[in-house]
């Protein structure tokens, strides 16, 4: 059964009139949720957000295809916004007020969106950056994800005094991954890495009939900028740019290239329409590319302006009702993904864990779409 809302409102703006329309049909099944996060990118690097040099076209042909929250937010830097994001309350009341020094590890008592999701009979697995501790309790394994393919520390080959670490001299190519409780050498890129081994959890998923979400906060293109030779010589011997911001384009070239082959599978396997996919630009506010185009914010990454939190959230659920490329600045953060897919998938949630979020599900952001007539 499909359920549908309509609502029409019409307001006076000067001289054109502002037409409010929602019309959005909510399927009963749930819904396949897939999550993409880049690491260190800006609200400023994709093209169809205004940069001048950096080739995203799977991004921006996404971007007419899906509602893109224009003023989303996050933390200012990393391992806060993914323990807020898996939690829906702010990262301090988790316990993480950094990204190392072992105050990245999320509290033991926080209810994760995963456990959420998996309690409510989906499939969940993550690809790629965990950064909420690396001790064993802490480990995503033992935070509801069933399968897990990621490195260690809050980049590879990073390690800090504590428990934050990564394997011992890991690189971008051909990383050691921490695979459901085995550390596996790989052959290959990081990014492909990632995402292969996420589509290929997908399809298993898919076959089985069961919903799943994938949860990918990809480490690129955080530094180290390592990246093979051929992913990134479009960018050299740009006048802007100095061989580390080359390669950080390549990085987010490489993302996107992955992201627009993972769209094109879910069409093959005709999945696509009951797939809820969310591209979130970055964890945090812009780095290497800043000083290109910041799309007129102030300051980047670990700042309190909003060049430390703003970024591009775009997402996309055709059976849904979500509107196609359209924007809302309607205020959001990463505080609102846990309640939002908490009422898409009818969790339900103990006293404890309704005490525990504080943010607000985005579906009537979802639901409603805004144009302005001028006469």
């Not at 480990?139 to 809050?154: A, K, Q």
């Not at 690129?220 to 900028?225: E, I, L, Q, S, W």
């Not at 879910?266 to 969310?278: C, K, P, Q, S």
């Amino acid at each position: 059964m499909k359920y549908y809302l309509v609502k029409i409102t019409l307001l006076m703006l000067g001289s054109g009139f502002m037409v409010s329309c929602t019309n959005a049909s909510l399927k009963s099944d749930q819904p396949n949720i897939i999550l993409i996060m880049p690491d260190d990118a800006g609200y400023g690097d994709y093209a169809c957000l205004g940069s001048p040099i950096i080739n995203t076209p799977a991004v921006d042909a996404f971007k007419e295809k899906s509602l893109l929250l224009t003023h989303f937010h996050v933390s200012p830097k990393c391992a806060p916004t993914s323990a807020a994001l898996l939690s829906g309350r702010h990262d301090f009341k988790n316990g993480v007020t950094h990204t190392v020094f072992e105050r990245e590890r999320m509290s033991l008592e926080t209810f994760t969106l995963s456990d959420m999701l998996r309690s409510s009979g989906y499939a969940t697995g993550i690809f790629g950056k965990w950064h909420l501790g690396d001790e064993e309790a802490y480990l995503p394994e033992n935070r509801g994800f069933d399968e897990v393919y990621i490195h260690g520390g809050g980049s590879i080959g990073q390690t800090f005094t504590g428990s934050c670490g990564d394997a011992p001299n890991n690189s971008n190519i051909n990383p050691a991954l921490w695979h459901n409780g085995t550390w596996e050498k790989t052959t290959g890129y990081c990014t492909d890495l990632f995402f292969d081994q996420a589509t290929k959890w997908m399809d298993d998923q898919r076959q089985a009939g069961k919903p799943f979400f994938a949860y990918l906060p990809l480490n690129a293109p955080h530094g180290p900028f390592v990246l093979p030779d051929e992913y990134y010589q479009q960018y050299l011997g740009h006048p802007k740019l100095n061989d580390n911001l080359a390669k950080f384009y390549g990085m987010l070239e490489k993302i996107d290239t992955n992201f627009g082959q993972l769209l094109t599978q879910l069409e093959e396997w005709g999945i696509a329409n009951n797939t809820i996919v969310i591209f979130m630009g970055s964890d945090n506010g812009g780095t290497k590319g800043v000083p290109i185009y910041n799309a007129g914010m102030r300051e980047g990454k670990g700042s309190p302006y909003q060049g430390g939190t703003r970024v591009p959230c775009f997402f996309r659920w055709p059976d849904g009702g979500i509107p196609e490329g359209v924007e809302t600045d309607a205020l959001s953060a990463h505080l609102d993904i846990f309640p939002t897919f908490a009422e898409i998938v009818g969790a339900e949630l103990s006293s404890k864990v309704m005490q525990q979020v504080e943010g607000r599900s985005l579906l009537p952001n979802w639901r409603t779409t805004l144009f302005v007539f001028y006469v």
